[in-house]
């Protein structure tokens, strides 16, 4: 009970306070605006497990999240900014769709090999930032951030040019040999798109942990991040750790973008701009300050939101105060410093009664 109570009073309780803050700040825009708040946020929640269908819908808008939540944070941990992400997760799109359109192999080979490319796609574009940053000094995000520009163009090219089915602005479909749709899941959760991805994601989850915080290589990793100088002085190779670090980043970033293709769309369309995950990454990471879990917990907040808020349109409720709903949430969450600063006065009150 007593370690119930210190978890609760120390990491619980800020985090819950912020999302109460948003949903009422949410609520008063709302109000504003002359909609009802309550019958709004019911149509939130009934979109998110309102049924089978739509809590699968809410798994699949997470999964994409906790990888490129876990990209960002694992930059983070190691002292780097990895904004790119978003041009990571197209890379990891692309290669995926070239290894799963343009082979002919058996299913226990071809899934894991267009996994396998896509990871690779997305590790080796983040690695050239890394290298980048070590070998010339380019700061890691002006030089991401050109990144994702590229990697947008770089592969519409690919699409367009290579495995465009005809007529349509999309590539060919991938067959099922390189699909990763877990079919008996899917017949589950009333024909929501479920896919192997999930589970991936989960396992990252715990492969972050695991590689950051029970291995040499890990700690070599934070060193770096927590102090360069120190851990160039103590004889870590810094700038091969800053290029590692930057394509084990790429390879959770590629992977989300991996399992979008392979199992939600089946293909790959030609984009007039960027899907958005990898930068919604970068909030999800933020919200689960850097933690494994807490990206996990951060990913199922926005990605539910994300999906709920769709309910939300059908009580009247525009876009716009929706997405001031999250944003109010999200904002709360990552400045907790000022939801602390509200919440002592009664933590101090209590400590008085007690």
């Not at 990895?82 to 080979?109: K, R, Y």
């Not at 870590?236 to 970033?253: P, Y």
């Not at 984009?271 to 990898?278: I, Q, V």
């Not at 990605?303 to 109010?328: H, K």
Request: aromatic share 12%; with cysteine; net charge positive.
């Amino acid at each position: 009970m007593d370690t119930f109570k210190k978890i609760f009073n120390t990491s619980l309780i800020v985090p819950l306070v912020s999302i109460l803050l948003g949903l009422l700040i949410g609520a008063i825009a709302m109000l504003a605006g002359g909609y009802d708040p309550i019958e709004a946020y019911g149509a939130l929640v009934d979109r998110v497990v309102g049924s089978p269908y739509h809590l699968g819908e809410t798994i699949r808008a997470i999964s994409p999240l906790i990888l490129t939540g876990l990209a960002v944070a694992f930059a983070f941990r190691t002292g780097l900014f990895n904004i790119g992400v978003e041009g990571q997760f197209i890379m990891g799109m692309t290669g995926a769709t070239i290894v799963g359109v343009s082979f002919d192999l058996p299913w226990f080979i071809h899934g894991p090999l267009a996994i396998l490319a896509g990871a690779l796609f997305g590790g080796i574009w983040a690695g050239i930032v890394g290298y980048l940053k070590a070998a010339r000094g380019v700061n890691e995000v002006i030089s991401s951030i050109m990144l994702n520009w590229t990697a947008l163009y770089l592969s519409n090219y690919i699409v367009s040019t290579y495995l465009l089915e005809k007529g349509q602005m999309k590539s060919k479909a991938i067959p099922d040999s390189a699909s990763m749709s877990i079919d008996w899941l899917v017949e589950l959760m009333d024909k929501a798109r479920m896919h192997w991805g999930t589970f991936v994601a989960l396992a990252c989850v715990l492969i972050f942990y695991l590689l950051l915080w029970r291995t040499k290589q890990g700690y070599e990793l934070r060193a770096v991040g927590h102090n360069p100088d120190a851990a160039l002085y103590a004889g870590i190779n810094v700038n091969r750790t800053v290029v590692k670090s930057m394509f084990i980043s790429g390879v959770f970033a590629g992977l989300a973008g991996v399992f979008e293709v392979l199992g939600v769309f089946g293909n790959q369309t030609i984009m007039a701009g960027s899907p958005g995950y990898g930068f919604d990454g970068i909030a999800v990471a933020l919200l689960g300050g850097n933690t494994p879990i807490g990206v996990l917990l951060g990913a199922i907040l926005f990605g539910g939101l994300s999906y709920g808020s769709g309910g939300m349109n059908f009580t009247g409720v525009p876009s716009e105060i929706i997405r001031i709903v999250i944003g109010s949430v999200i904002f709360f969450v990552a400045a907790n410093g000022i939801v602390k600063y509200i919440i002592k006065p009664f933590r101090a009150k209590r400590k008085e009664a007690a």
